[in-house]
């Protein structure tokens, strides 16, 4: 059984690697600071004068209106209220909650998945439960990891924020690579339970 896991399990990462080679993932990255030639961009060198802010509310009461009729009771009290808003709370209230997190995930969710099939490569050839437990922690792990991964970009792909644009993803990949770790996770779990060290 930990031999059939460990197949389905590489399986899951080789689904995954693809996934990740077949998307948009590198090309949704904003610029580096290094332009043709190595040289630095000019915005970068150069202190621009930051734009006028557009205060939060046109965007909340434009949300609100439709071909009905004017915006409801509830949006015009807020976009009076955010009318006066300095640019630097509109800036906080537009950024994201944690800013590295996007990148953190990317290497986490890849990352954890192959940590956990060392382990589980370790659980198959010496039968070791804590070894099998060590890997369903961090199959699970990352099957969280990966979930939240999913829930974010569906997020922003959603919102459709031109200046974070969302990496997009092959449906069907994402829905076999989530079902053979699913499957993955299950399997693992009743394994280290059964085996006996």
Do not use: K
Not at 13 to 18: E, I, L, R, T
Not at 175 to 189: K, M, Y
């Amino acid at each position: 059984m930990a031999i059939v896991v460990l197949v389905l399990w590489l399986f899951t990462a080789g689904a995954g690697f693809y996934l990740l080679i077949t998307s948009s993932l590198g090309r949704t990255r904003p610029t580096g600071l290094a332009g043709p030639a190595g040289l630095a961009p000019q915005s970068a060198t150069v202190a621009q004068p930051a734009p006028v802010a557009q205060p939060a509310n046109a965007s909340a009461a434009g949300a609100a209106r439709t071909a009905d009729g004017p915006p409801s009771r509830r949006a015009a009290r807020r976009a009076a209220r955010e009318r006066w808003d300095p640019p630097s709370l509109v800036a906080a209230r537009q950024a994201p909650i944690l800013p590295g997190a996007r990148s953190l995930v990317e290497f986490a969710h890849p990352a954890g998945g192959i940590i956990g099939l060392g382990f589980w490569l370790g659980f198959t050839l010496v039968h070791n439960r804590a070894l099998g437990w060590i890997a369903f922690g961090l199959v699970a792990a990352t099957a969280c990891v990966g979930l939240g991964w999913f829930t974010a970009n569906t997020r922003a792909a959603r919102r459709a924020d031109p200046s974070r644009p969302a990496p997009s993803f092959s449906g069907r990949l994402v829905a076999l690579h989530g079902s053979a770790a699913a499957l993955t996770v299950t399997l693992a779990a009743l394994t280290a339970l059964v085996i006996r060290s």
